[in-house]
C-alpha cells in the first residue's frame, strides 16, 4: 500500500500496516535439541557461544593448548567442571574442555513434592538457561532457552501452564523504547500472568538471557514442548484453558 508521500505500507495479518523501509525477513533458528535417553542422558552441555575453540589436555597436570572452534548449540556429555590456574573448565570428553562460562548445562534436579507418579512437569534454570521436561523422576527432553533479561526477569517460583495458543499476538506497548508487537508468536504456553514459554523466531540467542521476561525456545522445540505439557489440545483447536478435567503442566521456575 503507497502513501500520498509516497511511503510503502505492508499489511499485516492482524490488519495493521508498517512502514516496509522498517521491515526485515525474519530467519528463524534451525536449532532443536535431542530426546534424554539411555544413549544421550543427562547431564548434557550446550556451546552458548560463538566462536569458542575446545581446549585439550593429555592428563590433570598437562598444559591445555587450543583445539577446534566449536559450533554455537552444539550438544555434549558434560563430564564435570574442574578449575586449571585461573580458568574454570568443563569436561565434554577425555582430555577435551571448554570454558565453563560458555556452556549452558542440563542437569537432573529432584521431583518436586507432591508429584503424582509419571506426571509430567517442566524445570527451567535461569543460571544456565536451560529447560529439561520430566515424567515422574525421568528426565525426556532438554534444550537451552532464553529467558528475560535485566530488568524483565522471569519470576521464579512453582507454576502451572493455564492456557495454551497455536499462535498469539503478545505485545507491550507501555515500555517506552522497549515497547514491542509480535503477531502470531507460535507455541506459545501462558503459566504466570502474561509470562508463557513460547518460541522465538525472531532470535536466535538461545543459552542466553534475552527475552522480555518469556522463556523462549527454538520453534522446533517449543512445538515439542507444546503438544508434550498439558493441557491436551483437541484436534481442530487453536487455544485451550486448562480445567480440573485437562490441566496444566506444572512449571518449576528457579535460579
Same mark, same amino acid.
Given at each position: ?29 534451525? +536449532?532443536?535439541?535431542? /530426546? ?18 575446545? /581446549? ?21 556429555? +558434560? ?17 577435551? +574442555? ?27 534454570? /535461569? ?31 512453582? +507454576? ?9 499476538? $503478545? ?17 506459545? $504456553? ?7 514459554? %513460547?518460541?522465538?523466531?525472531? %532470535? ?7 527475552? %522480555? ?43
Amino acid at each position: 500500500v503507497a502513501a500520498d508521500d509516497g511511503t510503502t505500507y505492508q499489511r499485516t495479518l492482524r490488519g495493521r500496516f508498517v512502514p516496509s523501509g522498517r521491515l526485515a525477513p525474519a530467519k528463524p533458528s534451525a +536449532f532443536e535439541s535431542r /530426546l534424554v535417553d539411555a544413549a544421550h542422558p543427562l547431564p548434557r552441555a550446550f556451546m552458548a557461544a560463538s566462536g569458542v575453540k575446545s /581446549l585439550l589436555a593429555r592428563g590433570a597436570s598437562a598444559a591445555l593448548k587450543t583445539g577446534e572452534t566449536v559450533a554455537r548449540l552444539a550438544e555434549f556429555p +558434560f563430564l564435570g567442571e574442574e578449575r586449571r590456574g585461573d580458568k574454570l573448565i568443563a569436561a565434554i570428553g577425555p582430555g577435551v +574442555f571448554l570454558p565453563r562460562r560458555t556452556v549452558a548445562v542440563a542437569a537432573p534436579v529432584p521431583a518436586p513434592a507432591g508429584l503424582k507418579p509419571k506426571e509430567r512437569w517442566i524445570d527451567v534454570n /535461569l543460571t544456565e538457561q536451560t529447560l529439561v521436561a520430566y515424567e515422574g523422576a525421568m528426565p525426556v527432553f532438554a534444550t537451552v532457552v532464553s529467558s528475560g533479561r535485566p530488568g524483565f526477569e522471569t519470576p521464579e517460583g512453582s +507454576f502451572s501452564i493455564y492456557a495454551k495458543h497455536v499462535t498469539v499476538t $503478545m505485545d507491550d506497548t507501555a515500555a517506552g523504547a522497549e515497547a514491542y508487537s509480535i503477531e502470531d508468536v507460535p507455541w506459545t $504456553m501462558f503459566f504466570k500472568d502474561s509470562i508463557a514459554l %513460547h518460541a522465538a523466531f525472531w %532470535h536466535d540467542k538461545f543459552g542466553r538471557v534475552h527475552s %522480555h521476561g518469556c522463556v523462549n525456545l527454538a520453534p522446533a522445540d517449543a512445538r515439542r514442548l507444546f503438544f508434550w505439557a498439558g493441557p491436551t489440545l483437541p484436534a481442530g483447536l487453536h487455544g485451550i484453558v486448562a480445567t480440573r478435567q485437562n490441566p496444566g503442566t506444572r512449571v518449576i521456575v528457579h535460579k
